[in-house]
């Protein structure tokens, strides 16, 4: 299995601009999260899903983001409009049923930044 | 809200010597893991205690899980260069649709110099 693959790598945008990070989960794998990555915050837990269906988005800083997952193979994590304070490198990380026993696989993550 | 704190926050060491990273919160936890992230790359799992004093060895890594779930610890034994990286505890609460939700601590950045 090539393991959890997020694009673009990386993402240099203009503030206001609309911005979509992908992520493709492992397969059989029944939990997706998007976790944000700062030097100050750490990482944060924005959303997951389960089956698809989001579970908890508590997360998700405000209405500007938003996540979907139409399908068990395909996620997109979305911020419009974008803004300078959205610059962190993103992770996408997937589980299976259990992943709180055998641990979340995690993807190399989408740098953002917003100038 | 579940919080774990790591200390210390950076350590840096030379090649040969020892040292533990502490994982300590107020709430107790169904399980624990320790991950180690490297420069560009997303945290990679090393490995999950669940129950209270369990004892895991990975090599010259030594995790522990404190008898009330609530703390552990990272012992590295004859650091070597190659640990260098960003060290990450998270825990997990089993509530309802908690389950399957792990928090971080805010990790240690171990340098280890040759």
């Known amino acids: 299995d090539a393991g959890v693959i997020q694009s673009p790598r990386h993402e240099v945008t203009e503030m206001g601009q609309e911005v979509t990070l992908r992520c493709k989960p492992i397969s059989g794998h029944d939990y997706l999260f998007w976790y944000r990555q700062t030097m100050m915050r750490g990482l944060e837990l924005l959303i997951y899903?389960?089956?698809?269906?989001?579970?908890?988005d508590s997360g998700m800083p405000e209405d500007r983001f938003s996540a979907k997952m139409p399908n068990a193979s395909f996620s997109t994590l979305k911020i419009q409009p974008s803004e300078p304070r959205d610059s962190a490198v993103y992770f996408c990380?997937?589980?299976?049923?259990?992943?709180?026993?055998?641990?979340?696989?995690f993807g190399s993550g989408t740098r953002l930044t917003v100038v | 809200t579940q919080l774990l704190e790591q200390s210390p926050q950076f350590l840096s060491i030379q090649e040969g010597e020892n040292l533990t990273v502490y994982c300590n919160s107020s709430?107790?936890?169904?399980?624990l893991q320790w991950y180690r992230q490297e420069p560009g790359e997303g945290p990679v799992l090393l490995v999950t205690?669940?129950?209270?004093?369990e004892v895991k060895k990975l090599k010259r890594l030594t995790f522990q899980f404190g008898d009330a779930r609530k703390d552990s610890s990272l012992h590295i034994t004859a650091a070597q260069p190659g640990d260098t990286g960003l060290y990450l505890c998270?825990?997990?609460?089993?509530?309802?649709?908690?389950?399957?939700?792990?928090?971080f601590g805010q990790g240690t950045i171990l340098t280890v110099h040759p």
């Open positions: 205690v669940v129950t209270g004093g």
């Open positions: 899903f389960n089956n698809n269906v989001p579970i908890d």
């Open positions: 709430s107790v936890f169904s399980s």
């Open positions: 998270a825990g997990a609460i089993r509530s309802g649709t908690s389950y399957g939700k792990l928090t």
């Open positions: 990380a997937s589980s299976p049923y259990t992943g709180v026993l055998y641990g979340y696989t």
